[in-house]
């Protein structure tokens, strides 16, 4: 007699090999989305800051404030609605920001006479008010450090771009990386 059918070995060797490949399978398939999701995250953070520059170029009555700092919320930045949905169905908190910073250093340098030449001695910070245009006994030099500080808070994870970043009372200089919500707990802003 020819029975056409699987023996209980058979089938549990099946569900046995099944079992193995899915134990291999989803985590590399969970890993794959969450790296997904934290791709989508960076380059929200990536086009928040685009528009935070732009809208800094462009906005005369900063630039002509004459303010060092200032703070956009997500709201003013979020023009075409691209910021409503995080990469996790969530969506980005309203305390997302651009901190923008401007700092300008002067400083004042001793010209001495050397030969044929000038050496520049004694460098020091002044105020940027008491540069005297014209002097032969002093080389005034002034420098502009630009820095921009996105935060961007989603649902499950969240983002920090560029330096002037603060988190848990600690400088982030040059981060491009996302990082858990509870690592932000006590993010430092002005």
């Known amino acids: 007699m ?17 079992v193995l490949i899915s134990m291999i399978a989803v985590p590399a398939f969970t890993r794959l989305f969450q790296d997904n999701a934290d791709k989508l ?15 800094i170029s462009t906005d005369k009555d900063f630039r002509l404030s004459g303010k060092n700092t200032i703070v956009y919320p997500l709201k003013d930045l979020n023009i075409n609605g691209d910021f409503v949905t995080d990469p996790d169905g969530g969506r980005y908190d309203a305390s997302s ?25 004694n460098k020091t910070v002044i105020n940027c008010n008491n540069i005297v245009t014209g002097s032969h006994d002093y080389r005034y030099t002034r420098d502009e450090v630009e820095t921009y500080c996105v935060y961007l808070k989603g649902s499950v994870r969240s983002i920090a771009l560029r330096n002037g970043c603060c988190v848990d009372g600690k400088n982030l200089n040059d981060i491009s990386s996302v990082i858990k919500n509870d690592a932000f707990e006590g993010t430092c802003r002005s």
Request: a neutral charge.
């Open 2 to 18: 020819n029975n056409k059918g699987f023996t209980l070995v058979e089938l549990l060797a099946v569900a046995l090999v099944l």
């Open 41 to 55: 995250t960076l380059e929200d953070g990536q086009k928040l800051l685009a528009q935070a520059e732009y809208k």
């Open 97 to 121: 920001y651009v901190k923008y910073t401007k700092v300008i250093t002067c400083y004042r340098e001793t010209i001495i006479e050397s030969g044929n030449s000038y050496v520049y001695t």
